[in-house]
């Protein structure tokens, strides 16, 4: 089992910026991809951002693409999302997800979601 917990949440006008944080605590040896998904109000959950082991591999939804930027520092075990250019409709519970599994680094389905952190993106 691995344990997420993010943070960085907050509100922000439109066009600034937020960076995002989730440590993974548990079992956190081995090569578990990790990524960002999200979920408005009243809106299914979206694929976000997903990043490989090494941090080599990277993969974005388009409406992020040039924005958004997925890292990790294996050392802590911890992933970050930084978002640029916030729009309102950005507005969101940003949840952080990791799966033992590469293919879930391309197709946004993972086992394991944090609890989320909300983004409030205001005109």
């Known amino acids: 089992q691995v344990q997420l917990v993010e943070s960085g949440g907050g509100s922000v006008q439109a066009g600034g910026s937020l960076r995002l944080s989730c440590a993974a605590s548990g079992r956190t040896f081995g090569g578990y991809v990790m990524g960002w998904s999200r979920q408005a109000p009243g809106k299914e959950r979206e694929f976000v951002a997903g990043i490989s082991w090494s941090g080599g591999s990277t993969y974005y939804a388009d409406s992020v693409k040039g924005r958004f930027t997925i890292s990790r520092d294996n050392v802590k075990n911890t992933s970050y999302l930084q978002m640029n250019s916030l729009k309102p409709e950005e507005t969101a519970a940003y949840y952080c997800?990791?799966?033992?599994?590469?293919?879930?680094?391309?197709?946004?389905?993972?086992?394991?979601w944090g609890q989320g952190t909300q983004v409030t993106v205001s005109t």
């Open positions: 997800t990791a799966d033992y599994s590469t293919s879930a680094m391309r197709s946004g389905v993972y086992n394991y």
